[in-house]
């Protein structure tokens, strides 16, 4: 009893904040998501690179520009207890896998088409589709000068809508040129902003010296038509830059792909030039994008590589989740095809030998095993077989190790032979593979 008291007065530890659990009640709407992504990546030829959560700070710093919003407030950053180096939980990708490829020289035969998925760290205020662990699926076509691999990309994303069945997300792109036509418009949008500076926000006027572009970024409604009305990054645009903004759109214009050009889209990272790109959906708030992406050409010189014009993009797979659970017809696949239940000692071992040839003919089995806080009767056993989903219940008690024959009850409509029947136990792979195999014919489905 004093125990018991003791037990119930251990502190829970609780999870970080703004970092989520992904619970097995959702986990299947992640796997169908991370499956139909993957296999559109593999069908445009993309390959798939794991780089580390952790790299050194200044990797982001140099790359991503020191007056970002991830660097100035939102990296995950620490000291190396044991030898002091400066490390920093990856906010975004694109910086490790340009990072890798510099240092494995993974573009010396020719460009890469190269996609990652995986954790992604921002110290952020957590709120809807705004979270400090967030996942992130994204790839980066490395060595690619010309405007077509641009094209192929939101190509791509689209063709990821169409399959994960959603609708309603519109494409912004615009071009934000190269570093020389930024300055040009740079200038000038200093003296702008310096015209209206009374209407600029705290943010803002932070900003106005060191890193203007990102005021046109501006989410508070009382700058919005200063903004509008500021000079135009696409007025500055040299013939070069045209040309390549006028290539992409002459693809998207030809496969039918609908966009808006926005000319005060710009993305957060310094690193992008010419093109860039985001999809929002309207259906989930102020948090909408849930895809970013665009041409960063200077980037593998400024980690001390060759020159190697790149483009890339990264979806938010959170928020695309939303989306799906919001459309509620993802449905759970059943855990099992079939389950094995038992009683007494003698069949609890026989069940398990059953269990291994089952599976040897690769069904998926679930058996029953001895569980906490239940007593295992069989009937609380065929209500488990029938959550898991199984089309088949194999029964083993004593008398079926007397007999040898185990005993195979139908599930579900859509089993074949009736309702009961006796299986010699050598065969019962056979058989029940056969059942399997039979009914998810007439389903139309078959897993295997
Ligand atoms: P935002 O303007 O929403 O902060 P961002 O420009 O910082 O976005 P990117 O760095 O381009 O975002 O990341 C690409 C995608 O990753 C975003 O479009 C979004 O879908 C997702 N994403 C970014 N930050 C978060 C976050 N903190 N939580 C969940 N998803 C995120
Ligand atoms: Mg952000």
């Known amino acids: 009893m004093a125990e018991d008291k003791k037990q119930k007065k251990v502190r829970k530890i609780p999870g970080i904040r703004g970092m989520n659990d992904i619970l097995p009640e959702e986990?299947?709407?992640?796997?169908?998501?991370?499956?139909?992504?993957?296999?559109?990546?593999?069908?445009?030829?993309?390959?798939?690179?794991?780089?580390?959560?952790?790299?050194?700070?200044?990797?982001?710093?140099?790359?991503?520009?020191?007056?970002?919003?991830?660097?100035?407030?939102?990296?995950?950053?620490?000291?190396?207890?044991?030898?002091?180096?400066?490390?920093?939980?990856?906010?975004?990708?694109?910086?490790?896998?340009?990072?890798?490829?510099?240092?494995?020289?993974?573009?010396?035969?020719?460009?890469?088409?190269?996609?990652?998925?995986?954790?992604?760290?921002?110290?952020?205020?957590?709120?809807?589709?705004?979270?400090?662990?967030?996942?992130?699926?994204?790839?980066?076509?490395?060595?690619?000068?010309?405007?077509?691999?641009?094209?192929?990309?939101?190509?791509?994303?689209?063709?990821?809508?169409?399959?994960?069945?959603?609708?309603?997300?519109?494409?912004?792109?615009?071009?934000?040129?190269?570093?020389?036509?930024?300055?040009?418009?740079?200038?000038?949008?200093?003296?702008?902003?310096?015209?209206?500076?009374?209407?600029?926000?705290?943010?803002?006027?932070?900003?106005?010296?060191?890193?203007?572009?990102?005021?046109?970024?501006?989410?508070?409604?009382?700058?919005?038509?200063?903004?509008?009305?500021?000079?135009?990054?696409?007025?500055?645009?040299?013939?070069?830059?045209?040309?390549?903004?006028?290539?992409?759109?002459?693809?998207?214009?030809?496969?039918?792909?609908?966009?808006?050009?926005?000319?005060?889209?710009?993305?957060?990272?310094?690193?992008?030039?010419?093109?860039?790109?985001?999809?929002?959906?309207?259906?989930?708030?102020?948090?909408?994008?849930?895809c970013g992406g665009g041409r960063y050409d200077p980037l593998f010189e400024m980690f001390g590589g060759r020159s190697t014009p790149s483009c890339g993009f990264a979806m938010g797979v959170e928020r695309i989740i939303e989306l799906l659970k919001a459309r509620g017809d993802v449905e759970p696949a059943s855990i099992a095809d079939v389950y094995i239940a038992h009683r007494g000692e003698a069949a609890g071992v026989v069940a398990a030998e059953i269990a291994e040839s089952l599976r040897d003919a690769s069904l998926d089995v679930v058996l029953y095993c001895q569980a906490a806080n239940s007593g295992g009767s069989l009937k609380s056993q065929m209500k488990r077989a029938d959550e898991s989903g199984a089309l088949y219940t194999v029964i083993i008690g004593d008398e079926e190790v007397e007999s040898g024959k185990a005993t195979v009850k139908a599930m579900r409509q859509g089993a074949i032979d009736g309702e009961q029947t006796q299986v010699v136990f050598n065969e019962l792979a056979d058989y029940v593979l056969e059942q399997v195999v039979q009914a998810e014919a007439l389903d139309g489905v078959c897993d295997f």
């Open 27 to 290: 986990s299947h709407i992640w796997s169908f998501m991370e499956g139909t992504v993957e296999s559109v990546l593999v069908s445009y030829g993309y390959q798939q690179i794991r780089t580390p959560i952790v790299e050194d700070t200044s990797l982001f710093a140099r790359g991503l520009g020191e007056v970002t919003d991830i660097v100035e407030k939102e990296m995950y950053s620490f000291e190396d207890s044991m030898n002091g180096d400066k490390l920093t939980l990856r906010p975004e990708c694109t910086a490790g896998v340009v990072r890798a490829a510099v240092e494995h020289n993974l573009t010396y035969n020719g460009p890469r088409r190269l996609w990652y998925t995986g954790p992604m760290f921002r110290h952020e205020r957590p709120q809807r589709g705004r979270y400090r662990q967030f996942h992130q699926i994204g790839c980066e076509a490395l060595g690619f000068p010309g405007p077509d691999i641009d094209a192929e990309m939101i190509l791509m994303c689209r063709r990821m809508w169409r399959e994960l069945g959603l609708t309603g997300v519109r494409l912004e792109i615009n071009s934000i040129g190269d570093a020389e036509e930024r300055n040009r418009h740079r200038a000038d949008l200093i003296a702008y902003f310096e015209k209206h500076k009374a209407l600029l926000d705290e943010d803002a006027t932070r900003r106005l010296y060191t890193n203007p572009l990102r005021i046109l970024d501006t989410k508070n409604p009382e700058m919005q038509d200063m903004v509008n009305a500021a000079p135009k990054l696409l007025d500055y645009l040299g013939e070069a830059s045209l040309a390549h903004f006028d290539g992409v759109r002459a693809v998207l214009d030809r496969n039918g792909v609908a966009y808006q050009v926005n000319p005060r889209l710009v993305r957060g990272m310094d690193y992008y030039n010419r093109t860039v790109f985001e999809w929002i959906s309207d259906d989930l708030g102020a948090q909408g994008t849930i």
